[in-house]
């Protein structure tokens, strides 16, 4: 049963779209993600207080912080596993009962541990802890379904589910605001948690339209050993691009001030719109360099065009409309943060490079370098920061610019002479 099983996933009629159909559908899916998370946040803002706004934004970055250790590099290996032939059903199977364990238990853990650490700002309530449990596992889990969906040639299928989740989401926090102006922290992050929700349960959809597979979670060590042995060294690297930004409001919130924390995350938040099409290309970039090492060159430079071009075009409308942009959250927010979002539109530029050095490291196993380069270029992006954050946002935001700016110089020197190596190694 389980062999008939692996064989009807793995022999399914899969059309796989080029490479290029895959990323431009992955950066349109983060784009309605974004501009639904962007409208959020608008009613966020009039719907309650500063304080609140910057509550929810910190519990929104804790539940990312969480999926994105909770997710141990099991995305990554599944794209490896499938590009090296294995059966989708045995691995994607092994992948979402490792990440739902590890997702729960991640949760569970930043809540006893703000509870701790910081009282004064911690929730108790139980909508609350239920919520950021659900978003915590729910999110991981659709990380998981993006990059399987990667691996099948199907990354276009991300825009119908960022869709439906991002506007299930916003119709909820636009309910709130109509029936309960001032609403708490809590209720905002279950209208948060909803449009996520709503994402996974998609995603599970359409996984098993497209390839037939029906989930049957297994935490047997025959199957997830190799997985997370494949998984670990991807999470890591993957982890030394997501942390900094993540980490920052949560430290803004907490050790500076819950203002702070708000003022700054709209700008981030608009900047990783930007940073998202780099993001997607070298996923599409890293699946595609599993599959057709020969391509990796080639694959390299068509990817970082495409990153520069889509990724530029985005940072540019957030350069000349920042103001107005920031303006529908409020003067408050215009005024605090408008050069903020310039400042970190422009480091596009830079974070395209850092991310076709780490597709390629990921694609050619130089795991332990790229890991390096990533730890000590996000503890200075974070400390650099954090020490500019008594001048405000924008001041923040050109010390991050700075920093990663060098950083991209260096990796980018090693990046061409990865390349160089690749081709002369070429039978």
């Known amino acids: 049963m389980r ?16 490479a290029l159909r895959s990323s ?22 009039r719907a309650t207080s500063d304080r609140e706004v910057g509550l929810t934004t910190a519990a929104v970055s804790a539940v990312m912080i969480c999926t994105q250790l909770a997710v141990l590099g099991a995305g990554s290996a599944v794209i490896v596993s499938v590009g090296r032939g294995e059966p989708p059903a045995r691995v994607l199977d092994a992948a979402f009962a490792i990440v739902g364990v590890a997702g729960t238990v991640l949760a569970l853990g930043y809540l006893v541990l703000q509870s701790v650490v910081a009282p004064d700002t911690a929730s108790a309530s139980v909508l609350f802890w239920l919520t950021f449990l659900v978003a915590a596992v729910a999110g991981t889990l659709v990380i998981v379904l993006d990059q399987a969906l990667v691996a099948l040639g199907r990354g276009s299928s991300a ?27 809590d209720v905002l992050m279950a209208c948060w948690t909803l449009g996520t929700a709503v994402a996974c349960v998609v995603g599970a959809v359409q996984l098993r339209r497209l390839v037939g597979y029906r989930p049957r979670p297994s935490l047997r060590s025959a199957r997830g050993r190799p ?19 993540l980490v920052l409001p949560l430290l803004l919130a907490h050790m500076v001030a819950p203002e702070a924390a708000a003022y700054w995350y709209p700008a981030w938040m608009m900047a990783w719109a930007a940073y998202t099409a780099p993001v997607l290309m070298g996923i599409v970039q890293f699946s595609e360099g599993v599959r ?62 850092l991310q076709a050095y780490n597709a390629v490291c990921r694609a050619s196993g130089r795991y332990a370098e790229a890991i390096v380069v990533g730890v000590a270029l996000g503890t200075a992006l974070c400390a650099s920061a954090l020490a500019a954050a008594d001048r405000g946002a924008t001041a923040m935001a050109l010390a991050w610019l ?19 190596r690749v081709t002369q190694d070429a039978p």
Do not use: C
């Open 3 to 18: 062999a008939k099983r692996a064989t009807a996933v793995t022999d399914a009629s899969i059309v796989r779209h080029s």
């Open 24 to 45: 431009l559908g992955l950066v349109a899916a983060k784009a309605a993600q974004t501009g639904a998370g962007f409208a959020f946040w608008i009613v966020a803002a």
């Open 159 to 185: 825009t119908l589910r960022y869709a439906l989740g991002g506007g299930v989401s916003l119709a909820a926090a636009g309910l709130v605001a109509w029936r309960a102006h001032g609403a708490s922290a």
């Open 227 to 245: 997985l997370l042995a494949l998984g670990i060294p991807h999470q890591l690297l993957t982890l030394t691009e997501r942390t900094p930004g």
């Open 292 to 353: 057709d090492a020969d391509r990796l060159v080639s694959t390299t430079w068509a990817s970082l065009r495409w990153s520069l071009t889509v990724g530029g075009l985005a940072a540019a409308v957030l350069v000349l409309f920042a103001h107005p942009l920031l303006n529908l959250l409020g003067e408050r927010y215009a005024e605090s943060s408008a050069g903020a979002l310039r400042w970190l539109a422009a480091g596009l530029v830079p974070y395209a490079v």
């Open 402 to 420: 700075v920093v990663l700016s060098i950083g991209a110089v260096m990796v980018g020197l090693r990046l061409v002479a990865v390349l160089r």
